[in-house]
């Protein structure tokens, strides 16, 4: 069963450009969850998504950033107008959906690391 | 809000040294407890889970126990070995909200 996929591994960007990030995520899972890893911290959860709808994006900046999960395909997490604080690691989670929700556990993916010339 | 506070590190122990990892938490109501283990360059995994009070969770000869009255989960481990070498993040989900709470990381290094 492969786990949570992610690419690219590593994304180079300059300021201005767009930054476009997948995650696909384990077979039968339905909920996803992206998180930024800053360098020396901890993760920050972002945004947490079911199919084609998002549940939960308390932790989104509120400009330049979006996170889609349609109903075919992967979900994307976008940056436009990249700025050099962008830099970080995003990391995709998923889980399976469960009665009680936030008991299942979430599997991570590999992370993309970001870097904002 | 939720939050989980984990000892600063680094900390760098020798070969089959005892590790202690602590890590305590605020909630409003019951939360999940986990510890996840990253290794340079890689994701994080799940290393250790507790749902409820009293839990024990326990993976690869490490342990921590759910301590509601101390609000604690430190993670602990008799003998440690150099392929232990990681980042160590304690995490809390609580009923009701989907996203984990994230100390900010132990690096453990394990010398021969």
């Known amino acids: 069963n492969a786990g949570v996929m992610q690419n690219p591994r590593h994304l180079v960007r300059r300021r201005g450009q767009e930054a476009r990030l997948r995650c696909s995520p384990m077979?039968?899972?339905?909920?996803v969850y992206w998180y930024r890893q800053l360098p020396e911290e901890g993760l920050k959860f972002m945004v947490y998504l079911q199919k084609e709808n998002i549940i939960d994006e308390s932790g989104m900046p509120k400009e330049r950033f979006s996170a889609e999960f349609p109903k075919e395909g992967p979900s994307i997490l976008r940056i436009q107008q990249v700025v050099r604080g962008d830099s970080a690691a995003y990391f995709c989670a998923s889980s399976r959906p469960g009665r009680t929700a936030s008991r299942e556990t979430q599997y991570f993916g590999p992370g993309t690391r970001l870097l904002v010339l | 809000g939720n939050s989980v506070t984990q000892m600063e590190g680094p900390v760098t122990l020798s070969e089959e040294a005892f590790l202690t990892i602590n890590c305590t938490y605020t909630a409003t109501g019951y939360p999940s407890l986990f510890w996840y283990v990253q290794y340079p360059g890689e994701g994080l995994q799940l290393l250790l889970k507790a749902t409820k009070a009293d839990d024990k969770g326990s993976n690869k000869g490490f342990e921590a126990t759910y301590r509601k009255e101390t609000t604690s989960f430190h993670l602990e481990k008799g003998s440690v070995q150099v392929s232990d070498s990681a980042v160590y993040f304690c995490a809390l989900s609580e009923g009701g909200s989907e996203k984990l709470v994230f100390g900010k990381g132990t690096k453990l290094t394990v010398n021969p």
């Open positions: 077979k039968g899972h339905s909920h």
